[in-house]
């Protein structure tokens, strides 16, 4: 599928005062609030009061796009979005930090059209953390003919590094065969032709580490339809003894917890602004950082992929959140041992069915749109009982989706053995290392 650009020319209105200003995206629209001492959302999202807003763009498609099957790209919307075609409804997705897309073909018209969002963010309080509002990520329009490949349809694993070989699944509209080039850079190492998986030997390859990040691409054609897709070749392993180790050379992660944000340009993201906090951090020592606690954004794991930092990646944020049933209690027991003393048996934990429904969507959507980035080596699945259920289930059901990362079900407490790493969070002590059947990880930790 071919993508545009669809972020600009866009408004962007306050449905509490109806202002409306003029804007490009990515946008945050709560940094056009006061801050106020009234705000309910408090010093978690800065003093701001929160609002709702509607983003409008109209737009008359070119001859080229005629006959074609076109979807909106939403890399994130916060939150509880509402997307309107031509006065019809045509989404609403829940949450506020993940990638979703939205088929156009049955509410377009001819000549001009409009797209209305609706990102509502008045029912604070609803963050831990400056979260901003509105179409904070990108937006793409995609099309496509008949044939062609699917979004997120060209899927790349490493097999192996000696020799190095790598498999690469192709996903399509309709059956037909593919051709396959491997590039360093604009040179083609390595080619073929067939059906929908292919198996290739890269002669002399450069393998991608924190050191050496080596990245190769992926074109794949598929009638006139050409997709590229940028990837690493590396494996991963980890044991009790040594810990993680890419390449079979073992690294000791050092990382830092980051959010989504960047600082006082707000939540809209840029390649520059994520490409600079992940050039410093790298500048000062670390080679990695974890999405706390939500998906990031792709232009983040691209930096992450180009500059050789280790991801540790968030799933969503899951259901309601209990300061006393999540954070205080088991915090007091970890005053007095290990984050084993504040073992939970989830499976009764967070019982409603559509939000646990929810959440394994967007876990498997998150896995589909993210996993190649050769940066991402881990899986946060839930993060300090936050919505968290039945972990030893949802761990089993992640790693059918990809078991070649590391699994965290369960960070900082309530582990309930899913996991690979024996994961612990500390803030009100030294910490004291115990002995461990799986590597330690300290996933959150603070003075």
Same mark, same amino acid.
């Not at 309709?174 to 030997?201: C, H, M, Q, R, Y």
């Given at each position: 599928?071919?993508?545009?650009?669809?972020?600009?020319?866009?408004?962007?209105?306050?449905?509490?005062?109806?202002?409306?200003?003029?804007?490009?995206?990515?946008?945050?629209?709560?940094?056009?609030?006061?801050?106020?001492?009234?705000?309910?959302?408090?010093?978690?999202?800065?003093?701001?009061?929160?609002?709702?807003?509607?983003?409008?763009?109209?737009?008359?498609?070119?001859?080229?796009?005629?006959?074609?099957?076109?979807?909106?790209?939403?890399?994130?919307?916060?939150?509880?979005?509402?997307?309107?075609?031509?006065?019809?409804?045509?989404?609403?997705?829940?949450?506020?930090?993940?990638?979703?897309?939205?088929?156009?073909?049955?509410?377009?018209?001819?000549?001009?059209?409009?797209?209305?969002?609706?990102?509502?963010?008045?029912?604070?309080?609803?963050?831990?953390?400056?979260?901003?509002?509105?179409?904070?990520?990108?937006?793409?329009?995609?099309?496509?003919?008949?044939?062609?490949?699917?979004?997120?349809?060209?899927?790349?694993?490493?097999?192996?590094?000696?020799?190095?070989?790598?498999?690469?699944?192709?996903?399509?509209?309709?059956?037909?065969?593919?051709?396959?080039?491997?590039?360093?850079?604009?040179?083609?190492?390595?080619?073929?032709?067939?059906?929908?998986?292919?198996?290739?030997?890269?002669?002399?390859?450069?393998?991608?580490?924190v050191d050496t990040p080596n990245l190769y691409t992926a074109r794949v054609a598929f009638g006139d339809d050409v997709v590229e897709e940028v990837f690493g070749i590396r494996t991963l392993?980890?044991?009790?003894?040594?810990?993680?180790?890419?390449?079979?050379?073992?690294?000791?992660?050092?990382?830092?917890?980051?959010?989504?944000?960047?600082?006082?340009?707000?939540?809209?993201?840029?390649?520059?602004?994520?490409?600079?906090?992940?050039?410093?951090?790298?500048?000062? $020592?670390?080679?990695?950082?974890?999405?706390?606690?939500?998906?990031?954004?792709?232009?983040?794991?691209?930096?992450?992929?180009?500059?050789?930092?280790?991801?540790?990646?968030?799933?969503?944020?899951?259901?309601?959140?209990?300061?006393?049933?999540?954070?205080?209690?088991?915090?007091?027991?970890?005053?007095?041992?290990?984050?084993?003393?504040?073992?939970?048996?989830?499976?009764?934990?967070?019982?409603?069915?559509?939000?646990?429904?929810?959440?394994?969507?967007?876990?498997?959507?998150?896995?589909?749109?993210?996993?190649?980035?050769?940066?991402?080596?881990?899986?946060?699945i839930f993060n300090e009982g936050w919505g968290q259920f039945d972990s030893v289930a949802v761990a089993g059901k992640l790693r059918?989706?990809?078991?070649?990362?590391?699994?965290?079900?369960?960070?900082?407490?309530?582990?309930?053995?899913?996991?690979?790493?024996?994961?612990?969070?500390?803030?009100?002590?030294?910490?004291?290392?115990?002995?461990?059947?799986?590597?330690?990880?300290?996933?959150?930790?603070? $003075?």
């Amino acid at each position: 599928m071919k993508r545009y650009d669809f972020n600009q020319d866009w408004t962007c209105q306050s449905l509490k005062t109806g202002e409306t200003i003029p804007v490009t995206l990515p946008h945050d629209a709560m940094r056009t609030e006061q801050r106020v001492n009234t705000s309910m959302g408090e010093g978690n999202i800065g003093w701001f009061e929160g609002g709702d807003y509607e983003y409008r763009k109209t737009f008359t498609l070119e001859p080229e796009l005629t006959g074609k099957k076109l979807l909106l790209e939403f890399e994130s919307v916060y939150h509880n979005a509402e997307v309107w075609v031509n006065g019809q409804k045509a989404m609403y997705r829940p949450y506020g930090y993940t990638n979703f897309y939205v088929e156009l073909n049955d509410f377009l018209q001819e000549g001009e059209n409009e797209i209305r969002v609706i990102a509502k963010n008045a029912d604070q309080p609803n963050s831990r953390w400056y979260s901003g509002t509105g179409i904070f990520r990108p937006v793409w329009l995609w099309a496509a003919g008949e044939k062609h490949i699917t979004i997120n349809g060209v899927k790349i694993e490493t097999l192996g590094i000696s020799p190095a070989r790598i498999r690469v699944r192709v996903e399509t509209s309709v059956p037909g065969d593919a051709n396959l080039e491997i590039l360093d850079g604009s040179t083609v190492v390595a080619k073929a032709s067939g059906k929908k998986e292919f198996v290739l030997e890269i002669p002399n390859a450069k393998l991608w580490n924190v050191d050496t990040p080596n990245l190769y691409t992926a074109r794949v054609a598929f009638g006139d339809d050409v997709v590229e897709e940028v990837f690493g070749i590396r494996t991963l392993t980890w044991t009790p003894a040594k810990g993680v180790a890419i390449n079979g050379e073992r690294v000791v992660i050092r990382g830092a917890c980051i959010h989504h944000d960047n600082g006082l340009l707000g939540a809209a993201t840029s390649p520059e602004a994520e490409e600079r906090r992940i050039r410093i951090l790298k500048e000062s $020592g670390y080679n990695s950082v974890r999405s706390a606690h939500n998906p990031a954004s792709k232009y983040l794991l691209d930096a992450c992929d180009r500059l050789g930092i280790i991801v540790l990646q968030d799933m969503v944020n899951n259901g309601p959140y209990s300061f006393l049933g999540d954070t205080a209690i088991p915090n007091v027991r970890l005053l007095i041992g290990d984050n084993r003393k504040s073992f939970r048996d989830d499976r009764k934990m967070h019982r409603d069915r559509k939000t646990r429904a929810r959440f394994l969507d967007r876990m498997t959507e998150t896995v589909r749109q993210l996993s190649s980035f050769p940066c991402i080596l881990l899986w946060t699945i839930f993060n300090e009982g936050w919505g968290q259920f039945d972990s030893v289930a949802v761990a089993g059901k992640l790693r059918a989706l990809d078991d070649g990362r590391l699994i965290d079900a369960a960070s900082g407490w309530f582990d309930n053995g899913a996991g690979d790493v024996t994961s612990i969070h500390v803030y009100n002590r030294a910490y004291r290392h115990l002995p461990s059947e799986k590597p330690i990880l300290l996933s959150e930790c603070g $003075g």
